[in-house]
């Protein structure tokens, strides 16, 4: 079955330091890659995803790049802010019917002020 | 609008009991999937339900059984509970044909 690695497990940066998270799949039928945000305590938010007919994603300080090829895809934020501090979750699915979410272990982003 | 809102918000119970864990989703929405998150762990799909019928499962024993009403809401059951299933147990709903999945605020479940 598909598994989705992630990397790294936890992350501190500074802030106005970029971010890069990235996680690879092994399911090539896998065509939808959200990303979500999870604060402690609080539900996964959907913060940006891409679809596998396209390379790149952005929006506002936060991108996603896919690489079908090589079965990865990164999320990059730009200009961190403290509010940013959150684990952090990639994902992939099949979509459609099979729309089931597989997701990485998740990273811990500190974004230290 | 409201969002997708579970209940109970927390949960203890002893090994053996059963628990029934409810979901109601988004406006506009016809699908619900339940997932399980251990503590430093990503959520794990356990099933989805369409149409009042299981469509699709991940690997989770037959312990866990669920439900959809003709409303979409739905229920996830666990019977002859284990130590091993206390965790926060996420419902996400979206609409057919469309891959976007929205979460509830979990049920934080604890077998003592």
């Known amino acids: 079955g598909e598994n989705v690695e992630q990397h790294p497990s936890t992350l501190s940066v500074q802030e106005g330091d970029s971010a890069v998270i990235k996680c690879t799949y092994s399911?090539?039928?896998?065509?939808?890659f959200p990303w979500y945000k999870q604060e402690l305590g609080k539900r996964p938010q959907l913060i940006i995803d891409?679809?596998?007919?396209?390379g790149e994603k952005k929006d506002q300080r936060i991108a996603v790049t896919l690489n079908k090829t090589a079965k990865h895809f990164s999320l990059h934020i730009t200009e961190t802010q403290p509010e940013d501090s959150a684990v952090y979750f990639c994902a992939a699915s099949r979509g459609g019917s099979q729309g089931n979410l597989i997701f990485g272990k998740g990273t811990k982003l500190s974004v230290k002020p | 609008d409201a969002g997708v809102t579970q209940s109970p918000t927390h949960l203890i119970k002893t090994r053996g009991q059963q628990v029934t864990l409810r979901c109601s989703p988004k406006s506009g929405h016809d699908t619900v999937s339940w997932y399980q998150q251990a503590l430093g762990q990503g959520p794990q799909f356990i099933f989805q339900?369409?149409?009042?019928?299981?469509?699709q499962r991940g690997n989770f024993p037959d312990r866990f059984s669920g439900h959809q009403f003709p409303n979409y809401s739905s229920e996830l059951n666990v019977n002859a509970l284990l130590l091993g299933d206390s965790a926060l147990y996420l419902c996400a709903s979206s609409l057919a044909g469309k891959n976007i999945q929205y979460f509830g605020a979990g049920t934080r479940l604890s077998v003592l």
């Open positions: 891409i679809r596998s007919n396209v």
């Open positions: 399911d090539s039928a896998s065509n939808y």
């Open positions: 339900y369409y149409e009042e019928e299981e469509r």
